[in-house]
Structure formats: structure tokens, C-alpha cells
């Protein structure tokens, strides 16, 4: 069975910076294709940026280009996501999710099975 588990969410003030975890169990990183999605309030949960089976980057979503980075660990089963220069905007509950599939990640919630339960981000003004 598949979990994951974010964490490193927190309240921190613009321009500050983040570093957000999701620990994937139930089998080996290398394979899943990861996910990190967003969803402020009152709006549709949004693709932040991806990682594939293979470990090649997926595009970064216009609004965290250039600020925000992902990785991962394959020895931790873990895939982080850096966040610097965070703004108001990035204000939301971040959540990662999980695919088998091979190849490009897609940008929306149904190309992925698995989900964790979320960890809030707070960026004051």
C-alpha cells in the first residue's frame, strides 16, 4: 500500500524560504512519478512542478519558476521541494502525489492515484 506524508510547511514571511518533504512508502522512489500540487482557498488545487520515474524535471508552473526547486532522495524515499522568495501567493495547503506512470507527468489531480494529506504554507506580507 502506497502513503505519503508531507511536512515542512509553516508560517514564514515573504522572502522567506521553505523546504517542503514527502516521504513516499510502499516501494522503491525510482517507481513513481511525484507530484506537487497546491490549492489556496477558494481556488482549484494547482500543479506546482513534478519529478518522473526517471528522475527527468518536469516543466515548473509559471507562478514558482525561478523560486521554487524539486528533488529527490532515493535512498530516503523522499522528494523535497525548495521554495525561496515566497510570496503572499504561494499562500496554500501543498500537497504531493503519486503516479506508476512512465514518461511526462500530468498537470492535473486525475493523472495521479495516490495523495498525501497536505501541509500548510502561510506566507505573511
Known amino acids: 500500500q502506497v502513503h505519503l506524508t508531507e511536512s515542512g510547511g509553516g508560517l514564514v514571511q515573504a522572502g522567506g524560504s521553505l523546504r517542503l518533504s514527502c516521504v513516499v512508502s510502499?516501494?522503491?522512489?525510482?517507481?513513481?512519478?511525484v507530484g506537487w500540487f497546491r490549492q489556496a482557498p477558494g481556488k482549484e488545487r494547482e500543479f506546482v512542478v513534478g519529478?518522473?520515474?526517471?528522475?527527468?524535471?518536469?516543466d515548473y508552473g509559471d507562478a514558482v519558476k525561478g523560486r521554487f526547486t524539486i528533488s529527490r532522495d532515493n535512498a530516503k524515499n523522499t522528494v523535497y521541494l525548495q521554495m525561496n522568495g515566497l510570496k503572499a501567493d504561494d499562500t496554500a495547503v501543498y500537497y504531493c502525489?503519486?503516479?506508476?506512470?512512465?514518461?511526462?507527468?500530468?498537470?492535473?489531480?486525475?493523472?495521479?492515484?495516490?495523495w498525501g494529506q497536505g501541509t500548510q504554507v502561510t506566507v505573511s506580507s
Open positions: 502525489a503519486a503516479t506508476f506512470a512512465y514518461g511526462s507527468l500530468r498537470p492535473d489531480v486525475e493523472g495521479y492515484r495516490y
Open positions: 510502499g516501494g522503491a522512489l525510482s517507481t513513481y512519478g
Open positions: 519529478i518522473r520515474r526517471s528522475g527527468r524535471i518536469s
